[in-house]
């Protein structure tokens, strides 16, 4: 198990050197994560690839990266980064020997993973849960961990996740002394990891197949599998692996006497645990250096560095690696003469050995335990297939009695076939019967729907025709009632004229009161008499615009040019009227607009309309308000989808919620006697819907603003849809 550990962390600590020697991935994504800054899913991604990147080095950016990832995923409810990130950190913390904190966040995340479905990150979780607890002592519930993941691995047949678990369950069993399992489950794991050319996989098993045999005192199959790892970090080029083979060599070396190849082997490792910096490993090479340096007869030199094992693997709670410096500390010291130093270790030694016995012991219990319900579980297993064979045989002759059966019912059968077939045939016959009719009736439904469909065809028909002679009626009333406006509202003015002219012959005589208010009231009359006539002359124009048959080819438009050119005459026919106060005016321009076709003519009537609706609201406002109010108006052009769109929009006076619904109705107006016909956005209305299929609608709030929206479809005449290399806005500019 010492092997796997050191193998997992010089692993890590290598990928750290390459990171720390400016690794281009990471920078990349370093640089990415920076260019990204707006809080999305894309940067928890990129937050979570950044700290994995980095996991190896243990350090605060991988655990900045990884904390800021499982922030910004809750905050966006982002279940995928969150599972991520917590796993990450669950990694990061069983890598530091955190296991309390590892088994935390592993569990969190593998909840998550479990409500999302994703099968391969729950290994990733029972692969780590294993670790921690196999750190914690508990060997039992790593073995349930690891068994669960692979369970799982193998049926999504992942020979990644395989082999890790095997090689892990080896281990596990290692640990506890089940030598012949651990065997089985390493070269399995091996086998599987050579067959797909796994190269991590089989450093892996390797790894763990010398720590076995070693354990074992088995020295030349440890030294074989240990120069494997070997030859293949060397290939590799891996220095973490090579630093793991090379230890573990040394070992052996020094095990079995070799003491010259186990000195040159120590002293290289040292070289490179320390620029890997390795600290982790350092006690464990210190001691087996002091071990080398007893048995050569160096006790001073061995002194040196069991003291050199001894701190460092208090510090860092490896208590076997403690119990081994002190016995060496305790044998050192009594070559030395030095007997009461000599016997403080060798107390301390005791004491971590019989520690570590107890904790042994237990841990054994345990697992032995737990491996005894498998087996059970495994036994009961086999016993059921037993039983499921014996079921299948006495299916098998309960079959063979059937069949017997069947053959004495097939004379009967054969007499009842006669019977059958003249019964089939009298079915056919029904069926064919009720097939006739079915086929008739869905025929007779089809002329009735037909049929209902024409007659509402033909009363549409009617209806339009009686509409069309009505508009053609209402437009004769209406011309023939405009030559009489024009004569009253002309001699009302003549006789205004008239009037005016009296009244100035007469300016020197003196006259009576009643006289003079006699001729007061009759020009008040006579421009009265002017101005209903116009007004009456505004609704008869109105009546002829709504009775008038659209008239004009559609051509292809730019819109923004259609908008502009009706924009400069609304608002300068505005202010030719002397306006109360002057306007801002704001415009947006879609960049890609396409043309839409139309008839320029109507809808420039429907722009002059809405922006005079829109002029005459914020001077309204400014009248009431005054100095304290900013008018403005803004025109804008939108494409979304197959529809382009217009939107006018003022921060004047506002229609009130209670009458929006009818300001597209005739006649319906809410500017003063006088000023409004009431006809200008019903014609709007009519033209938009009526005459391009589209829609005209309002939005506003009384006191703050009104927005006329028009929709145009992208048609042409046929109702062809037009097709166009440009592309729609995504988001509208408001």
């Known amino acids: 198990m010492k092997t796997l550990w050191l193998f997992c962390w010089l692993s890590f600590l290598t990928v750290q050197a390459g990171i720390g020697a400016q690794d281009p991935a990471a920078e990349r994504l370093q640089a990415a994560v920076q260019a ?9 991604n990129l937050l979570n690839k950044l700290a994995f990147a980095l996991r190896a080095n243990a350090s605060k950016r991988s655990l900045a990266a990884y904390q800021e990832a499982l922030s910004l995923a809750r905050k966006l409810g982002y279940m995928e980064g969150e599972a991520t990130a917590l796993l990450g950190l669950g990694f990061y913390y069983r890598f530091r020997n955190e296991y309390g904190l590892g088994l935390t966040y592993t569990k969190q995340a593998q909840k998550l993973f479990q409500e999302l479905g994703d099968e391969l990150s729950q290994i990733a979780c029972l692969y780590n849960l294993s670790y921690a607890v196999s750190g914690q002592g508990q060997f039992s519930q790593a073995m349930a961990y690891s068994l669960e993941g692979l369970h ?38 091996l086998r599987l990891a050579q067959q797909a050319g796994d190269q991590d996989g089989i450093v892996h098993c390797l790894s763990g197949l010398g720590e076995l045999y070693g354990r074992q005192r088995k020295w030349p199959e440890a030294l074989r599998y240990q120069e494997q790892q070997l030859a293949l970090a060397e290939q590799a080029g891996n220095q973490g692996w090579i630093t793991i083979a090379q230890l573990a060599i040394a070992e052996v070396n020094e095990r079995i006497g070799d003491y010259p190849k186990a000195f040159a082997g120590l002293f290289q490792c040292l070289k ?46 490896t208590k076997s690696v403690s119990r081994d410096a002190s016995s060496v500390l305790a044998e050192a010291n009594a070559r030395l003469g030095r007997f009461a130093e000599a016997y403080r270790y060798h107390v301390l030694f005791m004491d971590y050995k019989d520690s570590l016995n107890s904790q042994d012991l237990l841990r054994r219990t345990a697992a032995l335990q737990y491996t005894y319900e498998l087996d059970k579980q495994q036994s009961q297993i086999r016993l059921l297939t037993r039983n499921e064979q014996l079921s299948r045989q006495r299916a098998n002759q309960q079959r063979l009695l059937l069949f017997g059966s069947l053959a004495a019912l ?114 008040q009359n006579l421009y009265k008499i002017k101005q209903h006539g116009q007004q009456a002359s505004r609704i008869v124009r109105g009546m002829l615009e709504h009775a008038r048959r659209p008239g004009g080819v559609r051509q292809p438009t730019n819109l923004n040019t259609v908008c502009i050119e009706y924009l400069r005459l609304a608002y300068h026919g505005w202010r030719a009227h002397g306006p109360a106060c002057s306007v801002e005016v704001r415009t947006e321009w879609a960049p890609t607009l396409p043309p839409v076709p139309i008839v320029v003519a109507e809808l420039g009537r429907v722009l002059l309309n809405i922006l005079a609706n829109a002029f005459y609201a914020v001077e309204q406002r400014k009248l009431q ?69 589209g829609s005209l609608t309002v939005e506003s709030q009384e006191g703050e603003y009104t927005e006329f929206t028009i929709a145009l479809p992208l048609t042409v005449l046929d109702n062809a849809p037009l097709r166009y290399q440009a592309q729609p806005e995504t988001t509208e500019g408001n």
């Open 410 to 523: 097939t004379i009967v059968a054969g007499l009842s076939v006669l019977l059958w077939r003249n019964n089939q045939q009298k079915q056919r016959a029904n069926a064919l019967l009720s097939q006739q009719k079915e086929e008739m009736q869905a025929q007779r439904d089809q002329i009735h729907q037909a049929l209902t469909e024409l007659r509402a065809t033909q009363a549409q028909l009617v209806q339009q025709e009686k509409m069309a002679s009505l508009g053609e009626l209402t437009a004769g009333i209406a011309h023939e009632m405009q030559n009489p406006l024009n004569f009253v509202t002309n001699f009302s003015e003549v006789s205004a004229e008239l009037v005016a002219e009296l009244r100035a012959a007469h300016a020197n005589e003196a006259a009576p009161a009643q006289e003079t208010d006699l001729w007061a009231s009759l020009t």
């Open 625 to 693: 308000e005054g100095a304290g109010y900013e008018p403005w108006v803004r025109i804008s052009t939108h494409w979304v989808g197959d529809q382009v769109l217009i939107k006018v929009r003022d921060n004047g006076v506002g229609i009130p919620e209670s009458i929006q619904r009818k300001i597209f109705q005739p006649f319906f107006t809410t500017k003063p006697p006088g000023e409004g016909t009431g006809l200008g956005l019903s014609l709007s209305y009519d033209i938009v819907t009526q005459g391009y299929g």
């Open 152 to 189: 799982i691995a193998t049926a999504l047949h992942s020979q990644k996740w395989i082999t890790l678990l095997n090689s892990q369950l080896g281990n596990t069993c290692l640990t506890v002394g089940e030598y012949g399992k651990a065997e089985q489950y390493l070269l399995h794991g």
């Open 36 to 44: 990204n800054s707006q809080p999305d899913t894309a940067r928890v």
């Open 272 to 317: 490179r645990l320390r620029k890997l910096d390795a600290v982790g490993s350092l006690p464990r090479a210190h001691l087996i250096l002091a071990r080398a340096y007893l048995h050569t007869d160096r006790p001073d030199s061995a002194l040196i560095y069991g003291q050199k094992s001894l701190q460092a693997s208090q510090s860092n709670g």
